[in-house]
């Protein structure tokens, strides 16, 4: 089967396109993996969510602002907020 180069160069171009999507979706992926060095959100148990609670009741005590603990624990600041 033999192409014309109208459509050869339609194929490059479908090639191109898909290259930079892949390109795309795997920068995307790079950054959000890291979350800006925060830790990465994982299910606790029971007592590591305890534990993970008084921790955080202690240092919002002391005047550790929610944004530093959030961007530790790996939570949303509502949630160091619903806790207090």
């Known amino acids: ?5 109208r459509q050869i160069a339609y194929l490059n171009k479908i090639i ?3 290259q930079k999507v ?3 979706a795997q920068l995307e992926d790079s950054k959000s993996g ?6 990465k ?3 606790r148990s029971a007592a590591e969510a305890e534990k993970m609670r008084a921790d955080i009741l202690a240092k ?3 005047g550790v ?7 530790k624990y790996g939570v949303s600041t509502a949630y160091i907020y619903m806790i207090k």
Do not use: I
Request: hydrophobic share 30%; glycine share 6%.
């Open 1 to 5: 089967m033999s192409l014309s180069k």
């Open 16 to 18: 191109s396109t898909a």
């Open 22 to 24: 892949l390109d795309t």
């Open 34 to 39: 890291s979350r800006g060095g925060a830790p």
């Open 41 to 43: 959100r994982r299910r």
């Open 60 to 62: 919002r005590n002391k």
């Open 65 to 71: 602002s929610a944004a530093k603990l959030a961007e």
